[in-house]
């Protein structure tokens, strides 16, 4: 992994104690990273599940996007999840289900891999 990637990683397992964070290295620079019970609120089922996304050698000149959550996730309500949600797909070999929230205006010093998953996660528990 790039020094940059590896403090970004860093950067996300300060940001979200509590929650485990695998992290498998590509083989270009970057890394796999999935972190485990994030919570996403009271609007769905279950409220704790994972996250994955890949933090590209480019970072943080690239954005990390898009985000891959644990297929299990609905709504209590039994609604559809929405606009920025994939229908379930496949993220290294595993079912996943795809949050697409591109950062239009990146800002290198600003936007990081840790304050993008933030901002996924909101984005999430307010829909």
């Known amino acids: 992994m790039t020094p940059e990637v590896e403090a970004a990683v860093k950067e996300v397992e300060q ?46 000149r690239a954005d990390v996007y898009p985000h891959f959550f644990d297929p299990a996730i609905r709504r209590k309500d039994g609604n559809a999840l929405g606009e920025g949600f994939s229908n379930a797909t496949d993220w290294r070999g595993r079912p996943v289900m795809q949050v697409s929230r591109r950062s239009n205006r990146l800002n290198p010093e600003v936007d990081t891999a840790a304050t993008k998953l933030a901002k996924v996660l909101e984005w999430v528990r307010t829909k």
């Open 15 to 60: 940001s979200f104690p509590g929650c485990r964070v695998e992290v498998e290295p590509d083989s270009d620079g970057g890394a796999f990273v999935v972190v485990w019970d994030v919570s996403v609120g009271p609007t769905y089922v279950p409220e704790t599940v994972w996250v994955g996304f890949r933090i590209t050698f480019q970072y943080p």
